[in-house]
């Protein structure tokens, strides 16, 4: 596991959410595009770049159509923007089994707090399809919002800036490594989540620790 565990007293933690809150399964696009489309979901899934575009499109310099411009262009497909958006959202598959018990027992000792890379069209969905388990967080940043994405040294900088907790005392969960060491090279606490285990045992690790 990447991270630092019982580095310094623990104030607040950052959870990701896709992949640690919500599975995401970006085969599920692949293969909505493909159906529509005419051809193999495997030669979508091969063409597929996190390019400049997507970047720019989580940073919010580009609109969910400019988006999918490219997307016409990279997968070599002519869709229409609704089809686009059809698979773009079928990427979340269901919460993560078992997470929501470890939240709502974390919040009880620290406040929660989530940070995701996402786009409008992505913001809007989950956050009205996951909404019971995302109102246990007091504060939901996004990259769309900040104009920044992780693991830029800013972006972690600006959400520690906003719960006024310094990065030491932040303890961030994505399941990225790069992402993590993003956090950890601004100083916070970060946990490589490759499934639930990882976030309770962390967490678990937590709450052995006296206070600081």
Known sequence: ??????????????????????????????????????????????????????????????????????????LCIDLADGEFESGWQSIFVQEVPGIRPVLQAAAKRWPLY???NTNVSHHRYWSSQYADVLALFQRIFVSNELGKRKPDPVAFHAVAQAIDVPPERILFFDDTPSNVEGALAVGMQAVHVKSLADTERAIARLCDTPPG
């Open 1 to 74: 596991m990447i991270g630092t565990p019982k580095a310094v007293p623990v104030d607040a933690l950052l959870f990701d959410l896709g992949g640690v809150i919500v599975e995401i399964d970006f085969g599920r696009a692949f293969a909505h595009w493909a159906g529509r489309a005419g051809i193999e979901a495997a030669a979508l899934q091969a063409r597929f770049r996190m390019d400049d575009f997507y970047a720019r499109h989580e940073i919010g310099r580009i609109d969910a159509a400019g988006y999918f411009a490219s997307l016409r262009q990279s």
């Open 114 to 116: 989530l940070f995701s």
